[in-house]
């Protein structure tokens, strides 16, 4: 069995900005991902087993002082996390990544913007192959834990840009 330690070289960056109703930002933070073994295999199936892929992800945020852990998998995380579902969006935001290059990708041409109608605390953010706001069915791509909540007043928003990459070992 292959050591597992060097799988740290590979997963998503978030880019959180946070703006508040007027559109000024306050705040910024880059923040590594946790890549659960659940979406790591998914990635292994799809690339070297001829899995399933999954044509669509989503993005969505939670409000538990929760950190994620290896073991993590969408049909607990929504709840351990306490996934925000009163956002204005009908569901989880889509996640459209645009061109590879340099074995990197990220949704930069179209990041996502949460809006809440109402305060709300935001501890973190993760991809899931679900649409539906609370769903637990599906696969856990990534989940990151930001290194301050985002303290997002009712009308502002919170940019999210999340990209993947490798970096050979």
Do not use: C
Request: hydrophobic share 40%.
């Amino acid at each position: 069995m292959i050591d597992l330690p060097h799988l740290t070289h590979l997963g998503f960056t978030y880019d959180v900005t946070l703006r508040n109703r007027h559109g000024e930002v306050i705040d910024f933070e880059r923040a590594k991902n946790l890549m659960p073994i659940q979406g790591m295999d998914h990635l292994l199936t799809t690339v070297l087993k001829d899995g399933a892929k999954v044509a669509q992800w989503y993005v969505s945020v939670y409000g538990n002082p929760y950190t994620p852990i290896s073991t993590d998998v969408i049909s607990t995380f929504p709840g351990l996390a306490g996934e925000l579902t009163d956002y204005v969006n009908a569901n989880r935001y889509s996640y459209t990544p645009g061109t590879v290059i340099n074995a990197t990708v990220d949704n930069a041409d179209s990041p996502i913007e949460v809006v809440f109608p109402v305060a709300r605390t935001v501890y973190g953010g993760f991809i899931a192959s679900s649409a539906g706001k609370g769903s637990t069915s599906g696969i856990l791509l990534s989940a990151v834990r930001f290194a301050s909540p985002k303290q997002v007043e009712a009308g502002a928003s919170l940019a999210i840009t999340a990209g993947f990459s490798f970096i050979s070992i």
